[in-house]
């Protein structure tokens, strides 16, 4: 049984709200990234601001959401990349994609604000914050003025990811049993502190950001264990 969310997006309230894109191109960066390509005619009258979100319809299910990136407005074009973690519906759904399948979603809207931070920028994430950090990295005062670390299961999975993003690799730290990597993470960080991805792990970076007087923080989780579709 769909819930409300679902049933309500799937009827005329759906139609009001959503907007339709077409798949352009699919990629697979790995075993467990898809870079997913949307072209839309609105496309062409986007902001492109960075860290914006866009929540995608799945039908039945309600909605999941990503971060665009690589806007291209002349063509009204952007892109997600999605982290298949597992069998959940966001990866399935992503799976399931072929090319000139139609996307409902909502947004771009506002979500991670950067455009108006000062640098140095610093930003923490994980698998599922490589597209904000693309995004960071197209603001060119910021460009080389950011720190960016990526808490992430699998390093050798990451490359495929970062290295078609142009994120440097040793932005990546592995996850270490009991969360041992998050200090070392919290010590790297400075400035302007965004923090993205797993909120229990942003929690335990924000324990040591406290602890050494690091205050300054933009906060936004991305997931969280045990729930569904935190957004
Ligand atoms: C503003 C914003 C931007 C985001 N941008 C991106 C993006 O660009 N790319 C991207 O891949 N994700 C992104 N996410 C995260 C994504 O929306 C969540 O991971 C979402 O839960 C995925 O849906 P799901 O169907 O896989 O899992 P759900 O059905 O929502 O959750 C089922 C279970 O899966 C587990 N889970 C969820 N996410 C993860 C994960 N990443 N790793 C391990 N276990 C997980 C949890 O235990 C959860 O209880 C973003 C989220 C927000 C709020």
Do not use: C
Not at 102 to 122: C, F, H, K, M, N
């Amino acid at each position: 049984m769909p819930n409300l969310k679902a049933r309500l997006l799937g009827g005329w309230i759906g139609d009001r709200l959503l907007r339709d894109a077409l798949v352009e191109s699919l990629e697979e960066l790995g075993p467990r990234y898809r870079r997913v390509v949307l072209r839309a005619p609105w496309a062409t009258e986007l902001s492109g601001a960075a860290g914006e979100k866009v929540q995608l319809f799945l039908p039945e299910v309600g909605t999941r959401t990503y971060t665009p990136f690589d806007f291209d407005r002349a063509a009204g074009r952007f892109s997600v990349l999605v982290y298949v973690h597992g069998d959940t519906p966001g990866p399935s759904f992503a799976r399931a994609l072929e090319v000139a399948a139609e996307v409902r979603l909502i947004g771009p809207q506002a979500s991670t604000p950067l455009d108006g931070l000062e640098g140095p920028v610093s930003l923490f994430g994980d698998e599922t914050s490589f597209a904000v950090a693309r995004t960071l990295r197209g603001i060119e005062r910021l460009r080389d003025r950011s720190t960016l670390r990526f808490e992430v299961s699998s390093l050798e999975d990451a490359f495929y990811a970062v290295d078609a993003l142009d994120i440097p690799r040793d932005a990546l730290v592995a996850k270490e049993p009991a969360d041992a990597h998050l200090k070392g993470i919290a010590d790297a960080l400075s400035g302007s502190i965004v923090l993205t991805g797993r909120a229990s792990s942003i929690q335990k970076v924000r324990e040591h950001l406290r602890a050494a007087g690091k205050r300054k923080q933009t906060v936004r989780a991305y997931w969280a264990d045990g729930k569904t579709g935190l957004d």
